[in-house]
């Protein structure tokens, strides 16, 4: 069984930074595309960013490019998500997930696996 959790997640004034971390429980880890979504109160859950298996190619939401970096480390089974320059409007919940295969990795409809969250506030 396929488990994510979320961590790196708090409370961080504007213009600051902040790294999220997912570790992975299982065995395929490097085969996954894992990607980064957030809810914010009130607003449907919006793509952040993916990264593939295998080359490790990375996409980002226009909202987010520039500004945040997502890398991985297979060996430790991790995923991480690098925020700097963080605005109020980046205030959610941070979930990060894992997809088998297939495609559109900015929905979230394509993701087998998901973590539980963790929460990130931008303060000014």
Do not use: H
């Amino acid at each position: 069984q396929v488990q994510l959790a979320e961590s790196g997640g708090g409370l961080v004034q504007a213009g600051g930074s902040l790294r999220l971390s997912c570790a992975v429980s299982g065995r395929t880890f490097s085969a996954y595309t894992m990607g980064w979504f957030r809810q914010a109160i009130g607003k449907e859950r919006e793509f952040v960013a993916s990264i593939r298996g295998s080359f490790g190619s990375t996409y980002y939401a226009d909202s987010v490019k520039g500004r945040f970096t997502c890398s991985r480390d297979d060996a430790k089974n991790t995923v991480y998500l690098q925020m700097n320059s963080l605005k109020l409007e980046d205030t959610a919940v941070y979930y990060c997930a894992g997809a088998r295969g297939g495609y559109y990795f900015e929905r979230p409809t394509s993701y087998d696996y998901w973590g539980q969250g963790t929460q990130v506030t931008v303060s000014s």
